[in-house]
């Protein structure tokens, strides 16, 4: 009996130090999960010879392509008679629209865990690393036991063309202390064995400024990029 | 009288057209004409079996629970009941079929015409709501945590200003927004998916909120 006893415990302790903080959040149970839609509007590095053909030539090649739907329509260009007015392909614009709708009721859980901003915009020059200070803030209302647990990682790399998740790192801290010294990458969830960090643990309320420091390689095309920055209590 | 004008005028002038020699010459004439600009967008909402919403987590995906104000092909993409901060996934939400004889191609906008409305007093923010993301024409394998891309609100002059739930307003820019979509071939398919992420402070009500996403395609 006692050796029974004895393996029930050794082989929870084993499953402990085995899963760590994860093994001990499955113990827990999930009770909120939201996300921070991080959108990155990438301008392109300047222009530097990369092998291909240089801009100029790419810009001459889109005004051939484009004007040679109207030569294909001409005869021999000696004489030319003039109908009147430019000659272009004259184009209307095209509208529509459709309705998107939804019934909201209340969520008595609304206030356990949200954000002050959906939705974070970063305008940023591929090839560069710029901070952007308490870009969001995350709070966790919950005032009694058992203690929380605050997990958080991005969905996914960076979506578009995409480059890395891990490229954008964040300095968490309580809202009014100083910023750690150091930011940290985050952790790309599908990356990291779907597994979220562990960033926090606490009984009480708290409210962390989220500072965000983000390198872009110069290889990134312009364009937009989107990932979500997911935050997950448990306890 | 001014009939007898017009019809002596048109007489004198046929008959000094018919004594005029006709110059005669030899040479290559240019001959050049309009090409009429066809431009065709289609928008269908719901376009594949399956479409609807679900709440957002990883892993296994719920089975999509539309509302009635959604059908196949058509009607609203309804996004059924939502809670206060929730987070949700709309499959297969809109399929766009733009057809043009412009070479050049074409660009696309979308935007909201007006924050969510319920018709009352009551209201929330388009824009940090209203998500769009590429979707498959027959396969979905989106989460509602995907990355997405915001809808603004507009910045330009919507017609009716009010929104109405049953009436599809438009939108005339003087300024066009960022495209959607930047099209260099004269046809393209663009399948999306929306998200919705509610605020915690949208005021429950007892009417269904709703906003128009209002399409708009321009040659380039």
């Not at chain 1, 050796?3 to 093994?23: D, Q």
């Not at chain 1, 960090?197 to 390198?215: E, G, M, P, V, W």
């Not at chain 2, 495209?179 to 402070?201: G, I, R, S």
């Amino acid at each position: 009996m006692n050796l029974r006893r004895y393996c029930v415990v050794l082989a929870f302790a084993a499953f402990v130090v085995a899963g760590g903080s994860e093994a001990l959040a499955t113990l827990q149970q999930q009770r909120d999960q939201i996300a921070v839609n991080v959108l990155v509007n990438v301008t392109p590095a300047p222009v530097g010879y990369n092998g291909a053909g240089p801009r100029i030539a790419l810009g001459m090649t889109m005004r051939a392509r484009g004007s040679a739907i109207f030569d294909a329509f001409q005869t021999s260009d000696q004489t030319p008679i003039r109908i009147g007015g430019r000659t272009h392909l004259a184009f209307q614009t095209a509208q529509s629209a459709l309705r998107v709708q939804a019934m909201v009721s209340p969520n008595p859980n609304a206030t356990l865990l949200y954000y002050n901003n959906p939705q974070v915009v970063i305008n940023q020059q591929a090839g560069t690393t710029a901070s952007y200070s308490c870009a969001y803030t995350i709070t966790v209302d919950k005032t009694i036991s058992p203690a929380w647990n605050l997990y958080d990682g991005l969905s996914n790399d960076f979506s578009g063309m995409s480059f890395p998740g891990k490229d954008l790192a964040n300095n968490t801290y309580l809202q009014g202390a100083h910023p750690n010294p150091t930011a940290t990458p985050f952790i790309v969830y599908p990356d990291n064995n779907n597994n979220w960090y562990k960033r926090a643990s606490a009984t009480t309320a708290a409210t962390y400024c989220i500072d965000l420091t983000l390198t872009i390689p110069s290889s990134v095309p312009g364009g937009a990029y989107s990932t979500n920055a997911v935050y997950t209590i448990y306890f | 009288m001014r009939g007898w004008i017009g019809f002596c005028t048109l007489t004198v002038a046929a008959i000094l057209l018919s004594v005029m020699p006709a110059s005669a010459g030899a040479g290559p004439v240019k001959v050049q004409w309009y090409v009429t600009g066809i431009l065709k967008f289609t928008l269908t909402p719901n376009y594949n079996t399956g479409y609807g919403p679900v709440p957002a987590k990883f892993g296994t995906q719920p089975t999509p629970n539309p509302g009635a104000g959604a059908c196949l092909l058509g009607c609203a993409d309804d996004f059924n009941t939502v809670v206060q901060g929730g987070q949700y996934l709309y499959k297969y939400a809109a399929h766009l079929h733009v057809v043009t004889n412009d070479a050049n191609g074409f660009l696309v906008y979308g935007e909201g015409s007006a924050d969510f409305s319920d018709g009352g007093a009551n209201s929330f923010p388009v824009s940090g709501s209203l998500y769009y993301l590429p979707s498959g024409a027959t396969s979905d394998s989106n989460t509602g945590f995907s990355p997405g891309y915001p809808f603004n609100k507009t910045s330009g002059t919507v017609n009716p200003s009010t929104p109405l739930f049953g009436s599809a307003p438009t939108i005339t820019y003087m300024t066009y927004p960022a495209p959607m979509f930047t099209a260099t071939a004269p046809t393209a398919d663009y399948y999306q998916d929306y998200e919705l992420k509610v605020p915690a402070n949208a005021p429950v009500s007892s009417s269904e909120y709703f906003v128009w996403v209002v399409y708009t395609v321009v040659p380039q």
